[in-house]
T-cell receptor
Framework: NAGVMQNPRHLVRRRGQEARLRCSPM?????VYWYRQLPEEGLKFMVY????????ESGMPKERFSAEFPKEGPSILRIQQVVRGDSAAYFC???????????????FGPGTRLTVL | AQKITQTQPGMFVQEKEAVTLDCTYD???????LFWYKQPSSGEMIFLIY??????QNATEGRYSLNFQKARKSANLVISASQLGDSAMYFC???????????FGKGTKLTVNP
């Protein structure tokens, strides 16, 4: 049973280019979360998606960032016109639908390390 | 709003000894969950242990235990019999009932010396 998969693992972009990060959740998981980890920091929530729906995007920067989780295929985090400050590790996590218990484990992928030159 | 504070940027421990990593939290939610994750140098996030706010007993998972003091709003991780492979970043996180997002602290870098 494969875990959460993210690709690419490392991505280098020049300022102004677009970055596309992909996340395939674990089998049977319909919820996807994206987190960003800046150097020397903890993870910060960006967005929570279910299939074809954005549920909570309170952590997403207002401009240049977007996320989707289509009916078919992986979830995509898209960063347009990247800047140096976007350099970070981006983690995807997935879970089964929340059943009302605070313990609803999120399984993390290995992350994508984005470097903006 | 929820907040996690980890006041120890770095900790050192001798192999085979126990170590406690501190975590305090702040929330107005009546019910919440607390999590610890390990991040080795390879970068992945590894779930270690969970404590629910209404759990009567402190959580334990193998060599990991959680010293949960609700009145003090602390959820310290205790690692017994440290091993060299325990050297990593450790993150405390929480989530409130009805919220799907995890809130993380800044982490503690643990170094286990031989």
């Amino acid at each position: 049973n494969a875990g959460v998969m993210q690709n690419p693992r490392h991505l280098v972009r020049r300022r102004g280019q677009e970055a596309r990060l992909r996340c395939s959740p674990m089998k049977g998981h319909s919820h996807v979360y994206w987190y960003r980890q800046l150097p020397e920091e903890g993870l910060k929530f960006m967005v929570y998606l279910q299939k074809e729906n954005i549920i909570d995007e309170s952590g997403m920067p207002k401009e240049r960032f977007s996320a989707e989780f289509p009916k078919e295929g992986p979830s995509i985090l898209r960063i347009q016109q990247v800047v140096r400050g976007d350099s970070a590790a981006y983690f995807c996590a997935s879970s089964v639908p929340w059943s009302g218990n605070s313990y609803n484990e999120q399984f993390f992928g290995p992350g994508t390390r984005l470097t903006v030159l | 709003a929820q907040k996690i504070t980890q006041t120890q940027p770095g900790m050192f421990v001798q192999e085979k000894e126990a170590v406690t990593l501190d975590c305090t939290y702040d929330t107005s939610d009546p019910s919440y969950g607390l999590f610890w994750y390990k991040q080795p140098s390879s970068g992945e996030m590894i779930f270690l242990i969970y404590q629910g706010s209404y759990d009567q007993q402190n959580a334990t998972e193998g060599r990991y235990s959680l010293n949960f003091q609700k009145a003090r709003k602390s959820a310290n991780l205790v690692i017994s019999a440290s091993q060299l492979g325990d050297s990593a970043m450790y993150f405390c996180a929480m989530r409130g009932i009805g919220s799907e997002k995890l809130v993380f602290g800044k982490g503690t870098k643990l170094t286990v010396n031989p």
